[in-house]
C-alpha cells in the first residue's frame, strides 16, 4: 500500500518543464548566468556564438533554459527562439553604460514581438560587484519598465560570478509562471 500510495503522490505532482528565454547583449553574461544556475564552472566563459540549452531542476519544475548569443549579427535570429516562451530573462551588464541605450532599443523591440505577448519578464541587472555598476532602479528607469503594462515584470540586482541575486530572480520567475500557467 504504502509505495502505491507514493506513485499516486508522485503523478498527482508531476514535474512540468517550462521554456525559458535567456537573452541580452554580448557580454551581458548570460552564459555565466546560466552556467551558475547549473551549478557549473564559470572560470572559463567564452562568448556564445550560436544558443546553449541547459535544464535547471527547481521544486515542482524542470527549467529548459535556451541562452542565445547576443552579438549584433545573431540578434536577428532571436525570433526563431520565440515560441512557447514561459519567461523572458533579459540580462544587462549594469557596468556598460556606453550600450544602456542599445540595450534598451534590443528590449523594447523585443517587448513588441507578438511571440511573447503576455511573458513575464525578469530583467537581471548582472554585474553588481563592479564598483561602476548603475543600481537596478536606474537601469529600470532607463529601460522604462515602469511603462510596461501587458506583463508582469521584475529587474534582480545579481552578480553572475557570486551568484548573488540569482536565485531570488529565478524564483520570482517561477511564481509568475506559476501564475501564468493557472
Sequence with gaps: MGLLALIKKL??????EL?????????AGKTTILKKLASEDVTHITPTQGFNIKSVQTPGFKLNVWDIGGQRK?????????????????VIDS??????????????????EE?????????????????????ASEL???LHLMAIRD??????????????????GLE????????NKK
Excluded at 521554456?19 to 557580454?27: F, P
Design 19 to 27: 521554456r525559458i528565454l535567456l537573452l541580452g547583449l554580448d557580454n
Design 151 to 168: 506583463r508582469t515584470w521584475q529587474i534582480q540586482p545579481c552578480s553572475a560570478i557570486s551568484a548573488e541575486g540569482l536565485k531570488d
Design 11 to 16: 503523478k498527482a505532482t508531476p514535474n512540468r
Design 140 to 142: 529600470a528607469e532607463g
Design 172 to 179: 520570482w520567475a517561477v511564481k509568475n509562471i506559476k501564475a
Design 115 to 135: 511571440k511573447l505577448i503576455g511573458v513575464p519578464l525578469l530583467v537581471y541587472a548582472n554585474k553588481q560587484d563592479l564598483f561602476n555598476a548603475s543600481p
Design 74 to 90: 545573431i540578434r536577428p535570429y532571436w525570433r526563431n527562439y520565440f515560441d512557447n516562451t514561459d519567461v523572458l530573462i533579459y
Design 95 to 112: 557596468a556598460d553604460k556606453k550600450r544602456f541605450e542599445e540595450t534598451s532599443v534590443e528590449l523594447s523591440e523585443l517587448l513588441s
